[in-house]
T-cell receptor, first 113, second 117 residues
Framework: GESVGLHLPTLSVQEGDNSIINCAYS??????FIWYKQESGKGPQFIID?????DKRQGQRVTVLLNKTVKHLSLQIAATQPGDSAVYFC????????????FGAGTRLAVHP | DVKVTQSSRYLVKRTGEKVFLECVQD?????MFWYRQDPGLGLRLIYF???????EKGDIPEGYSVSREKKERFSLILESASTNQTSMYLC????????????????FGPGTRLTVL
């Protein structure tokens, strides 16, 4: 039978390496793109956002890149630490639509010592 | 700190039971949301509310209803629980007011893991 996306993509990295988590989107109407981090047993927590008219935004140890031509978003984490192990979600938001978010499927980041 | 709380972390119910999931936020946010989260499918919006007694369907409203009698509280109701409603349920809230941030962050509760037997 056909399986339906029950497996979460996983990215495994060594502690101290840089991580790059990718996300493709289809809705070009989004005004903002956001990355959320979800640790085991917790709700998603905001990491960083980028307005759709920007290409790059940096935070503390994190950088988000937006390529609107190919509808691609990435989250770069520098010097990955064990505490970065979590599921990461990208989301798009259309302003004025009661701030609704459209989420991607998520990527699990596993950091190994 | 913004706080969004959900009434239960874990819940086990039987098929056909009526189930209530409660969410409370303490930041006077206008908008509240209910999502379900399933592996490989991300978060999918069930219902949201932009004011007391107001509600809008999300992407997967079938089998669910909601109630918002007070601004701080948003309830998700499963009228007759089924096994395919076994999932993690997440509540979130956000303001519609411009806050000076670049985006009106949605704040999430810790989730309720519901199992329907």
């Amino acid at each position: 039978g056909e399986s339906v996306g029950l497996h979460l993509p996983t990215l495994s990295v060594q502690e101290g390496d840089n991580s790059i988590i990718n996300c493709a989107y289809s809705n070009s109407a989004s005004d903002y793109f956001i990355w959320y981090k979800q640790e085991s047993g917790k709700g998603p927590q905001f990491i960083i956002d980028i307005r759709s008219n920007m290409d790059k935004r940096q935070g503390q140890r994190v950088t988000v890149l937006l390529n609107k031509t190919v509808k691609h978003l990435s989250l770069q984490i520098a010097a990955t630490q064990p505490g970065d192990s979590a599921v990461y979600f990208c989301a798009g938001q259309i302003s004025g639509g009661y701030n609704k978010l459209i989420f991607g499927a998520g990527t699990r980041l596993a950091v190994h010592p | 700190d913004v706080k969004v709380t959900q009434s239960s972390r874990y819940l086990v119910k039987r098929t056909g039971e009526k189930v209530f999931l409660e969410c409370v936020q303490d930041m006077d946010h206008e908008n509240m949301f209910w999502y379900r989260q399933d592996p490989g499918l991300g978060l999918r919006l069930i219902y949201f509310s932009y004011d007391v007694k107001m509600k809008e369907k999300g992407d997967i409203p079938e089998g669910y209803s909601v109630s918002r009698e007070k601004k701080e509280r948003f309830s998700l109701i499963l009228e007759s629980a089924s096994t395919n409603q076994t999932s993690m349920y997440l509540c979130a809230s956000t303001t519609t007011m411009t806050s000076g941030r670049s985006y009106n962050e949605q704040f999430f509760g810790p989730g309720t893991r519901l199992t329907v037997l």
